[in-house]
Antibody, heavy 119, light 107 residues
Framework: EVQLVESGGGLVKPGGSLRLSCAAS????????MNWVRQAPGKGLEWVSS????????YYADSVKGRFTISRDNAKNSLYLQMNSLRAEDTAVYYC????????????WGQGTMVTVSS | DIQMTQSPSSLSASVGDRVTITCRAS??????LAWYQQKPGKVPKLLIY???TLQSGVPSRFSGSGSGTDFTLTISSLQPEDVATYYC?????????FGPGTKVDIK
């Protein structure tokens, strides 16, 4: 079964750091671009960051540029999001999502991990 | 960056009604437009890509159309299980922006 499982969320104080992980299974992870998408409570979807299959191309939303770092380990079938200098407005469910090779859209999503930034 | 807008922001319709949601891009994106469905408390699900191609397993009552800057998602006969928020997304280039969403419920 094709699956993405996020972990690493939790409660962190403003200014703190957190590292999210996304474990992939059921497909050749190294062949796919991956993304992080977040959703604040009661709000819409916000794209956060993208990374190409070989990590050659990386993009960030302006709202997280300079604070978040996306990375991947194809040998471990894992995607990561290092989040530093966290702010209250970063509070959200964070999803990892796969870019379909035939669709170009986000065809597989994880179940999400909640990040709460609060003192 | 290209901005995505959707209308309406919410709608209420009866079972069996035809429902249409509009998505507009601030610049042309050819047909690099996807639609997602997010049911309450659930993970987003890809419905349509390339503006009009139905993802595998999606009921045929869903359809998409458009190209350039104007796109529509149509549900030909609304069902109770279609209660959800629908998002459009452009993916021709970074950033792959989402629209603000359209919440659909049953009257």
């Amino acid at each position: 079964e094709v699956q993405l499982v996020e972990s690493g969320g939790g409660l962190v104080k403003p200014g703190g750091s957190l590292r999210l992980s996304c474990a992939a299974s059921g497909f050749t992870f190294s062949s796919y671009s991956m993304n992080w998408v977040r959703q604040a409570p009661g709000k819409g979807l916000e794209w956060v960051s993208s990374i190409s299959s070989s990590s050659s191309y990386i993009y960030y939303a302006d709202s997280v540029k300079g604070r978040f770092t996306i990375s991947r380990d194809n040998a471990k079938n894992s995607l990561y999001l290092q989040m530093n200098s966290l702010r209250a407005e970063d509070t959200a469910v964070y999803y990892c999502a796969r870019v379909g090779r035939t669709t170009g859209a986000f065809d597989i999503w994880g179940q999400g991990t909640m990040v709460t930034v609060s003192s | 960056d290209i901005q995505m807008t959707q209308s309406p922001s919410s709608l209420s319709a009866s079972v069996g009604d035809r429902v249409t949601i509009t998505c507009r891009a601030s610049q042309g994106i050819s047909n690099y437009l996807a639609w997602y469905q997010q049911k309450p408390g659930k993970v987003p699900k890809l419905l349509i890509y390339a503006a009009s191609t139905l993802q595998s397993g999606v009921p045929s009552r869903f359809s998409g159309s458009g190209s350039g800057t104007d796109f529509t998602l149509t549900i030909s006969s609304l069902q109770p299980e279609d209660v959800a928020t629908y998002y459009c997304q452009k993916y021709n280039s970074a950033p792959p922006a989402f629209g603000p969403g359209t919440k659909v419920d049953i009257k």
